[in-house]
């Protein structure tokens, strides 16, 4: 299973970006799609998530201002009203089913976010 992440860049404070994660390989079932990010100097945290039947979570630093959703194979994370603290390389991570009975945890390759006053 390989996941490809798309969608990140400059942005200037106060901007959107919407990042996109595609899963593709062997997949019987996706359940949960994350998206974590990770700063200079920090651990990696996570950001939002989404389950199979479409709830959601939020860090605290982030909701009201970043939208998570899928479709698929995909998972989106809409982010608005960027800040500075929000630069960081953004990474997707799927627990996926490759076959049934198995579950797995993939990660993207990382995008990286940043964002400017």
């Known amino acids: 299973v390989q996941l490809v992440e798309s969608g990140g860049g400059f942005v200037h404070a106060g901007g959107s970006l919407r990042l996109s994660c595609v899963a593709s390989?062997?997949?019987?079932?996706?359940?949960?799609m994350d998206w974590y990010r990770q700063a200079p100097g920090k651990e990696r945290e996570l950001v939002a998530g989404?389950?199979?039947?479409?709830s959601t979570n939020y860090v605290d630093s982030v909701k009201g201002r970043f939208t998570v959703s899928r479709d698929k194979n995909t998972v989106y994370l809409q982010m608005s009203s960027l800040k500075l603290e929000d630069t960081a390389v953004y990474y997707c991570?799927?627990?996926?089913?490759?076959?049934?009975?198995?579950?797995?945890?993939?990660w993207g390759q990382g995008i990286q976010v940043t964002v400017s006053s």
């Open positions: 989404i389950t199979g039947v479409g």
């Open positions: 390989g062997r997949i019987f079932s996706i359940n949960t």
């Open positions: 991570k799927f627990r996926v089913s490759p076959l049934l009975g198995i579950l797995n945890d993939y």
